[in-house]
């Protein structure tokens, strides 16, 4: 877990108090909320407050179980070994082992944890053993791309086994195939994942030949690309989606929005073509909120404002994208378009 927030020029420690505050206004929220906070503790360097925070998330006594404990757990155990806490931090992390999740991201903390402390025969076992946990056994033959989240355990694994020297299997051309294919759909030529991953490219950062330092340059801003989506990202720029149904009932309540959204069909092109056009002006991080009436409404009331006024709209939108409510534009390859159609998103709205 890693702030949404942009690293450079904040106050982590007032960030994560905000966040803090705002999980106690909106409580279906805060696991998401506290884990933002917890994660700008820990870049604060109050690695002591983010496992209070940790802790409290998965207390018997929490308002609310927690909807991943596995995860919570799996990023205390990786918080408490930066601050010294190496023997608490292992015995969680073979709990998170011997509960064999099925999700992939607590096996990618407490991988890369045991990976980042030297523990590289205990991180190969540990990203092998989620790798057969979450993959069927054939996949590592066959054709068919692996589920997105299992991504970072393919790459991980086959960067452990490269510090190992150990002989390429078939999970490392997998994860090659991988790389390979999201390379070249973000439009970036491929580098392969052996010099990557390889221990001795380092060597060529002491090197005197521009060749070399260039290529060099080109293989870290490869490997940026491959692991970008796995780090911090901002806020998106999220537009706000209507269902038919909220969007009728929020026309009927308030009439005056009815110039902002002239009709459901118009609503959903306008969607569209501004993220069109913002993807195409270099704006990152495009995203999608989803609102209903009773959240409009309550949001509203919190601002001490009226829903009929349309300038609550964009504060509305960014208020459920901070609250982890955007899903990210456009939708992946072969996924289903964001208007609910039920249709895949090539055949719909994406094109048009």
Not at 80 to 88: F, I, P, S, V
Not at 90 to 105: F, K, L, Q, Y
Request: hydrophobic share 40%.
């Amino acid at each position: 877990m890693r702030p949404d927030t942009p690293a450079d020029h904040v106050d982590h420690i007032a960030e994560a108090e905000r966040l803090e505050r705002t999980a106690g206004l909106y409580p279906e929220d805060a696991e998401h909320l506290l884990l933002q906070a917890a994660a700008h503790l820990e870049l604060a360097d109050a690695r002591d407050r983010a496992t209070t925070l940790y802790d409290r998330l998965i207390s018997p006594s929490a308002p609310h179980p927690p909807e991943n404990p596995t995860l919570i757990r799996a990023l205390k155990a990786a918080n408490l070994w930066e601050y010294g806490h190496e023997a608490e931090a292992r015995a969680i992390i073979e709990g998170v082992r011997g509960t064999a999740p099925a999700d992939a991201a607590p096996w990618v903390i407490v991988a890369e944890a045991l990976e980042a402390h030297d523990e590289l025969d205990q991180a190969h076992e540990t990203f092998t053993q989620a790798l057969t946990a979450l993959l069927p056994s054939t996949s590592a033959d066959a054709g068919a791309e692996p589920p997105y989240p299992t991504h970072p355990l393919l790459f991980g694994r086959h960067r452990v086994r490269r510090l190992l020297g150990a002989e390429h299997d078939a999970w490392d051309g997998l994860a090659d195939r991988v790389h390979r294919s999201r390379a070249a759909a973000a439009g970036r030529t491929p580098v392969p994942l052996d010099e990557l991953h390889d221990p001795k490219r380092v060597w060529a950062l002491g090197s005197e030949n521009p060749a070399d330092l260039r290529a060099e340059i080109a293989r870290l801003q490869a490997e940026l690309g491959s692991y970008r989506e796995a780090l911090s990202r901002p806020f998106p720029v999220a537009v706000l989606h209507w269902p038919a149904t909220e969007l009728t009932e929020l026309l009927t309540a308030y009439p005056s929005l009815s110039t902002e959204y002239p009709s459901h069909e118009t609503h959903l092109a306008t969607i569209e073509s501004s993220l069109r056009e913002l993807s195409t002006s270099g704006t990152p991080n495009l995203g999608i909120v989803t609102g209903t009436v009773p959240s409009y409404e309550a949001f509203a009331a919190s601002e001490g404002a009226s829903p009929g006024d349309s300038s609550l709209l964009p504060l509305y939108a960014t208020t459920l994208a901070a609250r982890g409510r955007a899903a990210g534009w456009p939708p992946e390859v072969g996924g289903g378009c964001w208007c609910g159609s039920g249709r895949a998103y090539g055949d719909c709205h994406g094109g048009e």
